[in-house]
């Protein structure tokens, strides 16, 4: 019971037995059952897994403060959106079309301050989500 199998770069065929390749293959598998019964401590061991810190981080401090920036100019963007709304929803009576699309400006300016808000707590949930399954 032989097969034709190729051989390294070399391009020459050779006959191999199929069941030398299942010894080889049972020597294998032996061996990496023998590492993990002999080292449990190690292969079974608990990766530490510290909450995320910037401390350390080059430019760490950065980061946090660009991200401070992004926020405040996010919810400056949703004031400055509310009080167009809410001027074009006024002076136009509320009936006219653009007295619609002003309440769709006071009505995005609310949605993205209350996103901008949530943020933070979103991620922190969903991180410790990911975290405490694994």
């Known amino acids: 019971m032989c097969e034709t199998i190729e051989v390294g770069d ?32 190690r292969a079974f061991a608990q990766i530490a897994d510290p909450p995320p810190s910037n401390a350390g981080l080059p430019g760490g401090a950065l980061i946090t403060q660009v991200i401070g920036w992004g926020k405040w100019v996010g919810l400056t963007v949703c004031v400055l959106a509310m009080v167009f709304g809410a001027a074009t929803w006024r002076g136009m009576g509320g009936n006219s079309g ?35 399954g694994g």
């Not at 191999?16 to 449990?40: D, E, G, K, Q």
């Open 10 to 41: 070399t391009g020459r065929r050779g006959s191999v037995p199929a069941s030398s390749r299942r010894s080889r293959v049972a020597v294998s598998a032996a061996a990496l059952f023998a590492a993990v019964v002999t080292l449990p401590g």
């Open 98 to 132: 653009r007295g619609v699309e002003g309440k769709a400006y006071v009505g995005a300016g609310a949605l993205g301050a209350m996103i901008i808000g949530l943020a933070v707590i979103a991620v922190n949930t969903l991180y410790s989500a990911g975290n405490a």
